[in-house]
C-alpha cells in the first residue's frame, strides 16, 4: 500500500514537470504576439519583417512535431523531453540576448525546435507514468496549461511591456526551464536506448516541406496574395507533398507516424471536434482582443485583465473535466461542453457592440471557457484512449500535427471571414451615402458646421466630414463583420455536438476493467523498451 502511495506521489510530481515545460513553450508562443511591436521599434523592423517572428517559429514548429515519435522509439523519452525543453531554455535565452531582427528569427528557431516536441513527448510521458482509468485526470491536469497559458499570455505580455524590460518575455523562461531540466533529470523514469532503426526518409523530407510550405501561406492569413506567384507554387507543392507522405506512410514498413491510426473511429472522430474546437477558441483569442483593443480602445494590459477570467474557469474545469471523464466517459462530459460553447458563442456575437459592458463581456467570456474546460480535453483523451499503449508516441505526434495546422487555417479562416464581411458591409453601407439619403446628407452637414466651428474652411470641413463618415461607416462595417465572424465559430459547434454524438467510447473505468491486464502489459513493453 505505502508503495502504491510513493509510485502514485512519483507519478504526479513527474506530471509536474511535464505541465511546466507544456506551460512554458504554449506561454511563449502568445506572449511573444503581445511584443512584436516593441521588438519592431527596438529592431527597426517593418512589419513584414517582424511577421518572420512568429512565421519562423510556426514553420519550425510545424517541421519538427512529425520526427518526436521517432526520436522517441529511439532516445526513450525521458532522454527527448529533456533535450526539447533544454533546447527550448537555450532558445529562450538566445532570445533574451538578440540583437538584431535577423538573430531574433534565427534564435526563435532554436527555441521552436524544443517547443515543438514538448507537447507530443509530454503526452506520451503521461500514458506511461499513469494507468488508463486515472488518465482523463492526469490529461486534465496537464491541459491546465496547455489551455489556459494562450489566454494568461496576454495579461503577462502587456504588463511586462507597459512595466518592465521586454527581454524579460524571454529571459524569464531560462530559470525555470533549468528548474524544469532537473527535475526531469530526477522524476522521469529512463529506459534502455534502442537500435536505430531504417529512417523514413521520404517520409520525413515529404511532411517537412508540405507542412512547412503549406503554413507559411495559411500564415499569412486573410492577406493572402495569390498573384504572388510564391503562393500558389508554395501551396500546390505543399498538398503534392503531402500527398506523397501519406502515400509512404501507408506502405513504408517503419512509417514516420503510423497513418492507419486513423483506422479507429473515436481517434479521427476526435481530431476533427479538436479541430472545430480550435476554430471556436479563435473567436475568444483571435478576434475578442482585436474587437477590445482596435474597436473599444483598451491597451494590450486591460484586455489581458478582462481575459484573465476565462483562463482560471478554464484552469479549474480541466481537471475537473478529466475526473468526470474517467467515471462517466467522453459523451455525458462533452455534449453539455459543446452546447454551453455553442450558446455562449451566440451571445458573445451579440456583445460585440459599442454598448456591451466590460462585465458583460468577462462573464460570457468565462461562459464560453466553461464549455471548452468541458469539452476539450475529455474529446482528446477519448480519441488517445483507443490507441495501443506502444502506438502512443506516434499518434501523440499526429495529434500536435494536426492541432498545428488546424491552428493556422483557423486563423487563417477567421481573419478571411472578418475581412470579406468588413468588404461587403462597407460596401452596402456606402452605397446609402448619395444626394437622395436625407439622413446621410444631415450627417454630413452637421459634421462640417463642427468642423467650420473648429476653424477650417468650408471646403476642408467638407472633405473632413466626409472622411469622419467613411471612417465611421469602415468601423461599423467591421463590428459587424467582427461579430458574424464568432457567429459562424458558434455553427461549426453545433456541428461539433452532433459529430460527438458518433464516438463509440464507453466508459473508460468499465473499459480498462473488461481489458484487464492487456493495457498494463502493452504499458511494460514499453517501458521495458
Known amino acids: 500500500m505505502e508503495e502504491n502511495n510513493k509510485e502514485s506521489l512519483n507519478s504526479w510530481l513527474a506530471l509536474l514537470v511535464v505541465v511546466i515545460g507544456t506551460f512554458m513553450s504554449i506561454l511563449d508562443s502568445t506572449i511573444v504576439n503581445i511584443a512584436l511591436p516593441k521588438m519592431m521599434t527596438v529592431f527597426g523592423m517593418p512589419m513584414d519583417d517582424a511577421k518572420w517572428i512568429l512565421t519562423a517559429y510556426s514553420l519550425a514548429l510545424g517541421a519538427i512535431i512529425p520526427l518526436t515519435g521517432y526520436l522517441q522509439d529511439i532516445f526513450g523519452s525521458k532522454r527527448i523531453y529533456m533535450f526539447a525543453l533544454g533546447m527550448f531554455t537555450l532558445g529562450s535565452m538566445?532570445?533574451?540576448?538578440?540583437?538584431?531582427?535577423?538573430?531574433?528569427?534565427?534564435?526563435?528557431?532554436?527555441?521552436?525546435i524544443g517547443g515543438g516536441m514538448i507537447m507530443p513527448i509530454g503526452m506520451s510521458i503521461i500514458y506511461?507514468?499513469?494507468?488508463?482509468?486515472?488518465?482523463?485526470?492526469?490529461?486534465?491536469?496537464?491541459?491546465?496549461?496547455?489551455?489556459?497559458?494562450?489566454?494568461?499570455?496576454?495579461?503577462?505580455?502587456?504588463?511586462?511591456?507597459?512595466?518592465?524590460d521586454w527581454r524579460l518575455i524571454f529571459n524569464v523562461n531560462v530559470p525555470i526551464g533549468i528548474i524544469g531540466v532537473v527535475l526531469a533529470g530526477i522524476l522521469l523514469k529512463g529506459s534502455k536506448m534502442q537500435k536505430f532503426k531504417s529512417f523514413d526518409i521520404v517520409g520525413f523530407l515529404s511532411s517537412t516541406i508540405g507542412l512547412v510550405s503549406v503554413l507559411y501561406v495559411l500564415g499569412e492569413g486573410s492577406s493572402i496574395d495569390w498573384s504572388k506567384v510564391h503562393n500558389p507554387i508554395l501551396m500546390t507543392l505543399g498538398c503534392l507533398s503531402l500527398v506523397l507522405f501519406v502515400a509512404n506512410e501507408l506502405t513504408h514498413p517503419d512509417p514516420l507516424l503510423d497513418l492507419r491510426v486513423f483506422k479507429l473511429f473515436d481517434f479521427s472522430l476526435s481530431l476533427?471536434?479538436?479541430?472545430?474546437?480550435?476554430?471556436?477558441?479563435?473567436?475568444?483569442?483571435?478576434?475578442?482582443?482585436?474587437?477590445?483593443?482596435?474597436?473599444?480602445?483598451?491597451?494590450?494590459?486591460?484586455?489581458?485583465?478582462?481575459?484573465?477570467?476565462?483562463?482560471?474557469?478554464v484552469g479549474i474545469?480541466?481537471?475537473?473535466?478529466?475526473?468526470?471523464?474517467?467515471?462517466?466517459?467522453?459523451?455525458?462530459?462533452?455534449?453539455?461542453?459543446?452546447?454551453i460553447l455553442a450558446i455562449s458563442s451566440i451571445e458573445l456575437s451579440t456583445s460585440i457592440n459599442m454598448n456591451s459592458s466590460r462585465e458583460h463581456i468577462i462573464f460570457i467570456t468565462c461562459l464560453r471557457s466553461v464549455g471548452m474546460g468541458l469539452a476539450m480535453m475529455p474529446i482528446s483523451t477519448a480519441g488517445m484512449n483507443v490507441?495501443?499503449?506502444?502506438?502512443?508516441?506516434?499518434?501523440?505526434?499526429?495529434?500536435?500535427?494536426?492541432?498545428?495546422v488546424a491552428g493556422a487555417l483557423s486563423i487563417t479562416i477567421m481573419s478571411t471571414l472578418m475581412q470579406g464581411k468588413t468588404n461587403y458591409n462597407y460596401l452596402k453601407l456606402s452605397e446609402q451615402i448619395n444626394n437622395y439619403n436625407k439622413t446621410a446628407i444631415d450627417?454630413?452637414?452637421?459634421?462640417?458646421?463642427?468642423?467650420?466651428?473648429?476653424?477650417?474652411?468650408?471646403?476642408?470641413?467638407?472633405?473632413?466630414?466626409?472622411?469622419?463618415?467613411?471612417?465611421?461607416?469602415?468601423?461599423?462595417?467591421?463590428?459587424?463583420?467582427?461579430?458574424?465572424?464568432?457567429?459562424?465559430?458558434?455553427?461549426?459547434?453545433?456541428?461539433?455536438?452532433l459529430l460527438a454524438l458518433l464516438l463509440k467510447s464507453k466508459n473508460?473505468?468499465?473499459?480498462?476493467?473488461?481489458?484487464?491486464?492487456?493495457?498494463?502489459?502493452?504499458r511494460g513493453i514499453v517501458m521495458s523498451e
Open 508 to 522: 473508460s473505468n468499465k473499459k480498462q476493467k473488461k481489458e484487464g491486464g492487456k493495457n498494463d502489459a502493452e
Open 317 to 339: 474545469l480541466m481537471p475537473i473535466s478529466g475526473n468526470l471523464f474517467d467515471r462517466f466517459g467522453a459523451k455525458p462530459i462533452v455534449i453539455p461542453g459543446l452546447i
Open 94 to 112: 538566445l532570445c533574451g540576448f538578440a540583437w538584431s531582427s535577423s538573430s531574433m528569427i534565427a534564435f526563435r528557431v532554436v527555441q521552436a
Open 387 to 404: 490507441i495501443p499503449t506502444k502506438l502512443v508516441g506516434r499518434a501523440s505526434a499526429i495529434n500536435n500535427t494536426i492541432r498545428q
Open 443 to 497: 450627417t454630413i452637414s452637421t459634421l462640417t458646421k463642427s468642423y467650420i466651428h473648429a476653424g477650417q474652411s468650408q471646403g476642408t470641413a467638407r472633405i473632413s466630414a466626409i472622411s469622419k463618415l467613411t471612417a465611421m461607416l469602415q468601423g461599423e462595417a467591421t463590428l459587424d463583420a467582427m461579430a458574424y465572424s464568432v457567429a459562424v465559430t458558434a455553427i461549426a459547434v453545433g456541428l461539433a455536438v
Open 128 to 164: 506511461e507514468i499513469f494507468p488508463r482509468k486515472k488518465i482523463g485526470l492526469a490529461l486534465g491536469v496537464w491541459g491546465i496549461a496547455a489551455m489556459a497559458a494562450p489566454a494568461i499570455g496576454p495579461t503577462l505580455g502587456g504588463y511586462i511591456i507597459e512595466k518592465l
Open 272 to 313: 476533427i471536434i479538436t479541430s472545430i474546437l480550435t476554430l471556436a477558441m479563435m473567436g475568444g483569442t483571435y478576434v475578442l482582443p482585436l474587437f477590445l483593443q482596435n474597436i473599444r480602445g483598451y491597451t494590450a494590459m486591460q484586455t489581458g485583465i478582462i481575459m484573465f477570467p476565462s483562463a482560471i474557469v
